[in-house]
């Protein structure tokens, strides 16, 4: 009986290790350069989803007909884009969803997830996967801030992996009414493409935080070297 005890009670430590170890696996970066590398791999397979959907998009855009499946495609882009489903598509509608259906460069991207996360330090990240500060506003749906307000309810969302919260970011630019500002510049600069892309795009950055320089702090991050290298966009479709 004292062994079965003992054997329950280490199969339960073990458990508990595993359970507060394994949101942690995210970030396995120990230095900074640890975690810009990080992080450059994991946008890859999300930027380049999303240039897929975009040029879906542009090739159904020359087309007059469409075949159940690719009018199924296009409904659902402009639902998750909070887009009125009108039908047929024009010209101008095809261009209103193409603004939202873009990449955000990679530096700008590494820039912020290093301000938010401290370089993947932060508790958000260790244990939520989350090195964005995404705020999520269900009980339980995140971890709770120490210095959070009394009486606000915002938690740090927790997400199931870095590719979550990586499409949460994503989703933030791409289809919330605050970041109009941000697909109007980016717009701009696939018409007309001009060098530190994301030196231009972290100006419209002020809605992201509440602090007053946010944009600055993106800034200072992106003159880095190690992050400027990142600082491409993609060229004209």
Not at 104 to 130: D, K, T, W
Request: glycine content about 4%.
């Amino acid at each position: 009986m004292k062994c079965w005890s003992w054997q329950k009670a280490l199969w339960m430590l073990l458990g508990m290790c595993w359970i507060s170890t394994s949101w942690g696996d995210c970030f396995s970066a120990q230095t900074s350069q640890d975690f810009i590398h990080q992080m450059h791999l994991a946008q890859q397979t999300t930027q380049q989803n999303i240039l897929n959907q975009r040029q879906k998009i542009l090739s159904l855009s020359q087309q007059t007909n469409w075949t159940q499946q690719e009018h199924a495609f296009l409904i659902k882009q402009l639902k998750d884009h909070h887009l009125p489903p009108t039908w047929p598509l024009n010209d101008q509608a095809f261009k209103q969803l193409l603004s939202h259906v873009d990449v955000v460069p990679a530096a700008l991207l590494i820039a912020q997830a290093a301000l938010e996360s401290g370089y993947g330090r932060s508790r958000f990240a260790q244990q939520g996967c989350n090195p964005f500060g995404i705020w999520c506003y269900q009980p339980g749906c995140g971890l709770i801030p120490k210095n959070r307000p009394k009486h606000a309810i915002y938690e740090v969302k927790r997400f199931a992996s870095l590719a979550d919260a990586i499409k949460n970011y994503y989703a933030i630019f791409n289809q919330q009414p605050a970041f109009k500002s941000f697909r109007l510049q980016r717009e701009q600069l696939r018409k007309n493409p001009q060098p530190h892309p994301s030196l231009i795009l972290a100006n419209t950055l002020s809605h992201y935080a509440t602090v007053n320089n946010y944009p600055e702090r993106v800034i200072a991050i992106l003159k880095k070297p190690n992050v400027a290298q990142y600082d491409i966009f993609p060229p004209k479709d």
